[in-house]
T-cell receptor, first 110, second 115 residues
Framework: QKEVEQNSGPLSVPEGAIASLNCTYSDRGSQSFFWYRQYSGKSPELIMFIYSNGDKEDGRFTAQLNKASQYVSLLIRDSQPSDSATYLCAVNTGFQKLVFGTGTRLLVSP | KAGVTQTPRYLIKTRGQQVTLSCSPISGHRSVSWYQQTPGQGLQFLFEYFSETQRNKGNFPGRFSGRQFSNSRSEMNVSTLELGDSALYLC??????????????FGEGSRLTVL
């Protein structure tokens, strides 16, 4: 079993819709979780992090964490074509050692 | 504020050679970590340095090594290159040095091709 699992996609949504990206992790002791966005040919950039169970909102983005189910999700409201990218879920296993999922490719069509 | 700077951006080597990659973190960031990104394996952690000390290491062979200097700049070295070492090598810096943070700022990467 991979430590961090994501559906590779692509996840296709129309402009203005809500995109829902999901991630599961295997280490029940994990405490910090991150979502990075990577445009094609570019390096990853941090968009959200969450440490506590529940929801965390930042603009159009909401991260959700359920430690009991070992599940992290990212919701993107009012999706825009510029949101089209690969979204990487990551879990910190200690001292900046992030274990990344393989990413979900999101396509937002105009 | 300047971002994370990696050099060189692109390089081509042949099997058996060695390579050194350089990374200058964001000013004030003391943690520098290195990742390898390939289409098949995704992003994989290599190692992390904080105040010149390696605090964490990934599951890579000993051919992969690194160091950090007193000004927080870091280098990684790969010796006896293999075809499978062809990848994008990403350096990331972090302001926070705690055990449980992961707010990384990535450089643009060094793309290594091994022939």
């Amino acid at each position: 079993q991979k430590e961090v699992e994501q559906n590779s996609g692509p996840l296709s949504v129309p402009e203005g819709a809500i995109a829902s990206l999901n991630c599961t992790y295997s280490d029940r002791g994990s405490q910090s979780f991150f979502w990075y966005r990577q445009y094609s040919g570019k390096s990853p950039e941090l968009i959200m992090f969450i440490y506590s169970n529940g929801d965390k909102e930042d603009g159009r983005f909401t991260a959700q964490l359920n430690k009991a189910s070992q599940y992290v999700s990212l919701l993107i409201r009012d999706s825009q074509p510029s949101d089209s990218a690969t979204y990487l879920c990551a879990v910190n296993t200690g001292f900046q050692k992030l274990v990344f999922g393989t990413g979900t490719r999101l396509l937002v069509s105009p | 504020k300047a971002g994370v700077t990696q050099t060189p951006r692109y390089l081509i080597k042949t099997r058996g050679q060695q390579v050194t990659l350089s990374c200058s973190p964001i000013s004030g960031h003391r943690s520098v970590s290195w990742y390898q990104q390939t289409p098949g394996q995704g992003l994989q952690f290599l190692f992390e340095y904080f105040s010149e000390t390696q605090r964490n290491k990934g599951n890579f062979p000993g051919r992969f090594s690194g160091r950090q200097f007193s000004n927080s700049r870091s280098e990684m070295n790969v010796s006896t290159l293999e075809l499978g070492d062809s990848a994008l090598y990403l350096c990331a810096s972090s302001f926070r040095g705690g055990t449980n943070t992961g707010e990384l700022f990535f450089g643009e990467g060094s793309r290594l091709t091994v022939l």
